[in-house]
């Protein structure tokens, strides 16, 4: 086996996806000759083609728009957008008429397009090039949207997307891009996309959350596992649609949950969560959800960063006041 | 004849003599006085020492996030500011550091931005990217590509709503002119008859990508044409050139006969930002550009053949203008990081 970064299993995925079938193309901002800028996309191009790898003008509406247009046409296309930040003329596309092609056809048309853009911050870089805005499309029915927090589920979730007969926003964690390496087969596996992962088993609280977060939320299972507790950790990766069974079943059995998002707080996927856990899972909560995000501010540059990201202490402090709650 | 190159960066070899011809005799023809030519010379060598220490803060890890340095373009904002009449606007993209320096900001606000400190133009939370001087009538530093002509376009609304005789130039790459954005703003611009100048840099390439390689009409000057909107391309490298073209392009603006187009051809010596494969292009491309059309090897020739300066004389501006980047690196490193409590300021105005 050999080791992995994220972005490594990206390419890994990617390449894997255009062997196995001709209709995946790939196209965006200097993914070719570059590489992307992440190098995501490296060598690509020499091992595909120029006709199935494809530099792109500047045009991120477009990208979108058409993609729409050739999964119409029975292709498999996966635009990369450079920065999600760059990603809002493609949200037109994405909720106009991505999500909506097959119940708008009527299950005539079909859109298996994969939109892929690195997300978040920790990378000392300004604003749109930092954020996290997965719940705007996290609000939109007709669409998934995954997000990987390790290098093997970035390459069993990415494949399972562009296998994926409906538009997937595929969003990667560029923090955590080049931080892990994992061991694994390049096996073609894919991984379900309708499903939360239990990463740790516990049974005196439950941490949810996704993408680079996973790595601060863990962190903070340790520190509470080092006084006794117990914290049972999920990672959402597919955000919308969600799978709340999953979630619910842990609550059920830990009666404590707190939700860690690096995005904006208010109105960001954790509310959802908490709010189903509110409807559904009322009776069996000892203690108030807690959700630990970013800040209600617009992501600041460099030396306030650290600041914004949530930290495990945050993570600890939060379950610790879900834990002593009476 | 021989000429010091101005392009002296750590690492690279020295580039070879300027090959331009220069009166040997007679002093060369320029439309420009031996004045302007002086102070043209050291507008261009202040941003270019400025981008060069930037570069260097950068790999040492002071400035964080992203730096996209302007060497090689300086002549572009240097010609077009010599153009600019005290109350026109200037809009531009997050290659914008020159724009900046070329419209009157202070060299130290603008590197404390870059370090991300409290005294910098953002007060450290826009950095390289995202600046402001409204007392200079500049309106950003902006890093969504693209956005600079829509903004811009409203800004020249306003001035022709206003009925006053201002002109907005707003600046976009050859990249941006792809965008969608810019075609809209086109078409209102020529329909409203705005007064907004286009600037197209187009320094060849965005990011790795060749204008001939994303682009259908490469040339760029012809984009408003749909539009009826009238535009020319100059030569970016020569700063006179680059002012009369302006003037001609700000005047049309001022006369009230609506938008223009301008496009300068340009060229980065730099990466795209710090971080670049530098695939798309050869070492020996950009060599041939630094040694032969230097836009500030170009004005020391102008200088020294029409016996304005001598190289002593040259020498010492470099010196004070080094002293002033010099000034401005400490300055940028000196000032406190940013208040946290800054994370929350200027949001929404509290009601
Ligand atoms: C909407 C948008 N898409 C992508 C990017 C990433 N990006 C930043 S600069 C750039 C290239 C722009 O090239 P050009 O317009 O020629 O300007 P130059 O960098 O050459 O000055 C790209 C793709 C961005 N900032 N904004
Ligand atoms: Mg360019």
């Known amino acids: 086996m050999t080791e992995h970064t994220l972005v490594g299993a990206v390419n890994l995925s990617l390449a894997k996806a255009l062997e196995e079938d001709e209709t995946v193309i790939l196209f965006g901002e200097d993914i070719g000759v570059d590489g992307g800028v992440f190098r995501a996309t490296d060598g690509l191009v020499d091992r595909f083609g120029k006709d199935r790898v494809l530099d792109t003008p500047l045009a991120e509406g477009v990208l979108a728009g058409m993609s729409v247009g050739l999964a119409a046409e029975g292709f498999r296309p996966v635009p990369e957008i450079q920065f ?6 493609a949200l037109e596309q994405m909720i106009s008429h991505a999500s909506r092609l097959r119940n708008r056809t009527r299950g005539r048309l079909t859109c298996p397009m994969v939109l892929r853009a690195p997300y978040g911050g920790g990378i000392h870089a300004p604003e749109h090039h930092s954020e996290s805005t997965e719940a705007m499309f996290a609000h939109i029915p007709g669409l998934r949207v995954v997000i990987p927090s390790s290098p093997r589920r970035a390459y069993g979730l990415l494949l399972s997307a562009i296998r994926d007969p409906d538009p997937v926003v595929f969003l990667e964690p560029k923090r955590i891009y080049r931080a892990v390496r994992e061991d694994f087969e390049d096996d073609g596996e894919g991984m379900p996309l309708d499903s939360c992962f239990i990463q740790r088993e516990g049974t005196d609280i439950t941490l949810v959350s996704w993408g680079a977060m996973m790595h ?17 950790v999920i990672d959402v990766a597919t ?6 069974d999953t979630i619910l079943a842990s609550v059920e059995k830990t009666g404590r949950c707190v939700i860690v998002h690096e995005a904006v707080r208010s109105n960001g996927v954790g509310a959802e969560i908490a709010a189903r856990i509110g409807e559904d899972g009322l009776l069996s909560l000892l203690a108030p959800v807690g959700r630990v995000g970013g800040y209600d501010t617009i992501m600041p540059l460099a030396r306030l960063e650290g600041r914004y990201m949530p930290s ?13 709650f009476e | 004849m021989t000429s010091k190159s101005a392009a002296s960066e750590p690492g690279t070899s020295k580039p070879a003599p300027a090959k331009r011809k220069a009166g040997v005799s007679a002093p060369p023809k320029t439309g420009a006085t031996p004045e302007e030519l002086l102070e043209y010379f050291r507008a261009m060598l202040l941003i270019r020492r400025f981008e060069e220490k930037a570069g260097q803060m950068y790999g040492m890890g002071l400035i964080g996030g992203f730096c996209h340095l302007y060497i090689g373009q300086e002549a572009v904002v240097t010609g077009v500011q010599a153009a600019l009449g ?38 450290g939370k826009g950095g390289s990217m995202h600046m402001f001087a409204r007392e200079r009538n500049f309106y950003g530093g902006h890093g969504i590509v693209g956005a600079s002509a829509s903004l811009g376009t409203g800004i020249a609304f306003a001035n022709r709503y206003r009925g006053n005789d201002q002109v907005c130039v ?20 020529a329909l409203w008859s705005l007064p907004v100048v286009y600037i197209i840099e187009n320094n060849q390439y965005a990011m790795g990508t060749a204008v001939t390689r994303s682009t259908a009409q490469t040339k760029l000057y012809k984009r408003g044409e749909a539009f009826g909107i009238p535009g020319q391309q100059t030569d970016g490298m020569d700063v006179v050139a680059v002012r009369d073209a302006a003037r001609k392009a700000i005047g049309h603006c001022r006369k009230k006969k609506g938008p223009y187009v301008l496009e300068v051809l340009t060229y980065r010596y730099r990466g795209h930002s710090m971080s670049d494969p530098a695939k798309y292009r050869t070492r020996e491309e950009v060599n041939k550009v630094r040694s032969e059309r230097d836009p500030i090897d170009h ?17 010492e501006i470099d010196r004070e203008v080094k002293a002033l980047v010099t000034e401005a690196a400490d300055f940028g490193q000196q000032s406190p990081e940013p208040d946290p409590a800054e994370l929350y300021t200027d949001v929404l105005m509290t009601l």
Do not use: C, W
């Open chain 1, 84 to 89: 999600m930040g760059f990603i809002y003329p």
């Open chain 1, 216 to 232: 601060e939320t863990l962190a903070a299972a340790d520190q509470l596992a080092e006084h006794g507790t117990r914290a049972e």
């Open chain 1, 239 to 244: 955000l919308r649609p969600l799978d709340m």
């Open chain 1, 312 to 324: 495990t202490e945050r993570v600890v402090s939060a379950a610790r006041r879900a834990l002593e």
């Open chain 2, 86 to 123: 005290e109350n026109d606007a200037i809009i531009t993209t997050y290659r914008d550091h020159g724009h900046m320096l070329a419209s009157g900001m202070d060299p130290r606000g603008v590197m404390a931005e870059l370090t991300g400190r409290r005294d910098g133009y953002s007060r």
């Open chain 2, 170 to 189: 707003t600046y976009f790459g050859d990249g941006a002119a792809n965008q969608g954005q810019v075609f809209e703003s086109f078409n209102m611009a």
């Open chain 2, 299 to 315: 004005v020391r020739e102008l200088l020294i053949a029409g016996g304005t300066a001598d190289e002593a004389a040259l020498k």
